[in-house]
């Protein structure tokens, strides 16, 4: 069974400091992996997605991830963060046969002045 | 236009009661889902349909009874409400592997 593991639970960063959040999978092919952003009492918002080709991936809002299958990783970046980027942060990864989707268990982002 | 619609956005109730959540999509999509998240933040799924048959349901208790009168409607049914059943519950959609479009969620408190 897929697993995903955000090792971090929160982060704070300065704002326009550069942001890594990081993010392990577990799964037996290649996977299909995802970035979720989840803002206080709001829905999940796909920030970006990764599914084949280059191995960096450009999503909304300025956010890249880097796809390492070597070290089962699929890291979120943002060289500058702003003060609406504090939120939730979830990676995923989904099942090819069911469409399941399993989340990690998230990261808080907070950003400070 | 919402793409993923649930109603109520807030449910309080007392221990014991029955309640549902609606959801609605106006995507077209053929499988839509039910994830509960807890206290935790943590995200699980809980069941999902596709075209109104059932694909994935978790270990789920029974209490949880799902219901897709068409492939645009899943609404979710909670019998015997318990204080552990207190969390978010989104509602979420996909076409395909590629993404899933999530609802604003219900917060459902039980007292």
């Known amino acids: 069974a897929q697993s995903v593991t955000q090792p971090d639970i929160h982060i704070t960063v300065s704002e326009g400091a550069s942001l890594e959040l990081r993010c392990n999978y577990s799964y037996g092919a290649t996977p299909y992996l995802f970035w979720y952003v989840q803002s206080p009492g709001q829905g999940l918002q796909l920030l970006l997605k990764y599914f084949s080709g280059d191995t960096l991936v450009q999503g909304i809002k300025g956010f890249e991830a880097e796809f390492k299958r070597s070290q089962s990783s699929f890291n979120l970046r943002k060289p500058s963060v702003h003060w609406s980027d504090a939120a939730e942060y979830f990676c995923?990864?989904?099942?090819?046969?069911?469409?399941?989707?399993?989340f990690g268990t998230g990261t808080r982002l907070t950003i400070i002045p | 236009d919402t793409a993923v619609s649930q109603t109520p956005k807030y449910l309080v109730t007392q221990m014991g009661n029955d309640k549902s959540i609606k959801c609605e999509q106006n995507?077209?999509?053929?499988?839509m889902y039910w994830y509960k998240q807890d206290s935790k933040k943590f995200l699980k799924i809980m069941f999902s349909?596709?075209?109104?048959?059932?694909?994935i349901n978790e270990t789920v208790p029974n209490r949880f009874s799902p219901k897709s009168p068409d492939k645009a409607h899943l609404n979710l049914h909670i019998n015997s409400l318990e204080l552990g059943d207190s969390a978010v519950y989104f509602c979420?959609?996909?076409?395909?592997?590629?993404?899933?479009?999530f609802g604003p969620g219900t917060r459902l408190t039980v007292l």
């Open positions: 349909y596709n075209n109104k048959e059932l694909i």
């Open positions: 995923a990864v989904v099942d090819f046969g069911n469409e399941k989707l399993t």
């Open positions: 995507l077209g999509h053929d499988t």
């Open positions: 979420a959609s996909s076409q395909d592997r590629a993404q899933q479009f």
